[in-house]
């Protein structure tokens, strides 16, 4: 009975601790990202969405948040069976990201981009189910990109008609 009555207070104390950090200054990252698909005509179109939840700015890789094409693969893309469907798109080596390589997205605010994936993953000809999802690296801190954070994206099923 006492040890049940020391883990409920220990419990207690720490549903406290993110408001205690809060209150010394600290201020929480949390981006919230999000993935629509678009199928008109025979192509497939991802509408990305990042929305900074947090108090800091956050830096997102510019190639999701303003690029129009892939330089690798980026979004994890199953068949209906969860078999990976083979990135086909083209593979840019290159030294290290830098800061100039991020977008920064201040607190509170929003960013909208749209990818065309179509030639840049091996879809099957036909009308065909895939899930396609996400787990959103993002910077913190742009002097430490080596510390990536992630806040993966909920995957969408989607159909897609490629003729």
């Known amino acids: 009975m006492q040890r049940r009555l020391i883990l409920l207070a220990a419990l207690g104390v720490a549903s406290f601790l993110p408001t205690f950090a809060n209150a010394a200054g600290e201020s929480p990252v949390s981006v919230k990202h999000s993935i629509d698909i678009e199928t008109p005509s025979g192509k497939v179109l991802v509408e990305l969405t990042f929305t900074n939840q947090g108090t800091k700015t956050v830096w997102i890789p510019r190639e999701l ?3 129009k094409e892939l330089t690798g ?5 199953r068949d209906a069976g969860g078999k990976p469907v083979a990135y086909t798109g ?3 080596k290159r ?4 800061a100039a390589d991020y977008q920064p997205l201040e607190p509170g605010k929003m960013l909208m981009n749209t990818i065309d994936i179509t030639n840049t993953y091996a879809f099957a000809k036909g009308r065909h189910n895939y ?5 959103g690296p993002i910077v913190a801190d742009v002097k430490q990109l080596d510390k990536q954070v992630e806040f993966p994206a909920r995957p969408v099923s989607f159909i897609s008609n490629i003729k």
């Open 131 to 135: 899930h396609i999802g996400y787990t």
């Open 95 to 98: 030294a290290a990201l830098t």
């Open 73 to 77: 693969r980026r979004f994890d893309v």
């Open 65 to 67: 948040a303003a690029e």
């Open 90 to 92: 083209k593979m840019v």
